[in-house]
Structures are given as structure tokens and as C-alpha cells.
């Protein structure tokens, strides 16, 4: 059992009866996640060393440049995704998810329901894709 700080009221937090199935789910998020981006590097032509030692024709050349750039595209958005799941996992073991990394306000709970993920509050995550 842990002691309860005083002032709770100062730092806004998520119980831990509400942070523990969030945990949860961007844990199993994670390893879906992780899952996908291995079943992608398989899919990736490029990944097959064979290829090195046949003849390709022109044709399956450029089928395989597609492969490999869509594969590419696929990997990248899920490594930000990977990125994006730790760190919110991280911030729920610290007792800081669901509040903004740039203002340090709460993030909207219905942003958190869409987007779990979130670190940043709308307002700052449009401001950092400006
Ligand atoms: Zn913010």
C-alpha cells in the first residue's frame, strides 16, 4: 500500500482503477502493433535475400519496388505508432497519462477515448504539425 500524498487535488490524475485497463490496452496495442510491423518486414521483397541471386524480369523488378515502398510507408506509420504507445505506456506508470506533455493541462477525455495514445492535448498537437 502506498501513502497518500497530500494535496492530491493539486495533480490531476487518472485513478488507478482507470489507468490499469488502459495499461492494459495500450499493452495489447503494442504487441499488435509489433505484430503487424514483423508480418510487414516478411512482406517486404526486399527482405528476401533469394532475390539477390535470381534474374528478375523488368515486370517483377517494379512489382517489387512497389512492394517494398508500400511496405516501407506501411513500417514507418507503425513505428510512430510503436513510438506514440510506449510513450503513453510510460506515462500511465508514472501516473501522468491523460495530461498534455507541452502545458501540462488535462487532455480532453473524449480526445483520450478516440486516440488513447495521446501525449499532447489538441491545442499543443497542432501546434507541434504546424
Ligand atoms: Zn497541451
Do not use: V, W
Not at 18 to 34: C, D
Not at 58 to 68: I, M, Y
Not at 91 to 105: A, F, L, P, Q, V
Request: charged content about 40%.
Amino acid at each position: 500500500m502506498r501513502d497518500k500524498p497530500k494535496n492530491e487535488k493539486q495533480t490531476l490524475r487518472f485513478p488507478a482503477n482507470i489507468l490499469a485497463p488502459i495499461g492494459k490496452f495500450l499493452q495489447e496495442r503494442l504487441a499488435s502493433l509489433q505484430r503487424r510491423k514483423k508480418e510487414i518486414e516478411k512482406e517486404d521483397p526486399f527482405k528476401d535475400t533469394s532475390r539477390l541471386l535470381d534474374n528478375a524480369s523488368p515486370d517483377t523488378d517494379a512489382a517489387e519496388q512497389f512492394g517494398h515502398a508500400r511496405a516501407s510507408a506501411i513500417k514507418k506509420e507503425l513505428n510512430k505508432n510503436i513510438i506514440q504507445t510506449k510513450k503513453a505506456l510510460i506515462r500511465t506508470k508514472k501516473g501522468k497519462y491523460g495530461i498534455c506533455e507541452d502545458c501540462g493541462k488535462m487532455i480532453d477525455t473524449d480526445r483520450l477515448a478516440i486516440y488513447p495514445e495521446a501525449t499532447l492535448c489538441a491545442k499543443c498537437q497542432a501546434k507541434r504539425e504546424k
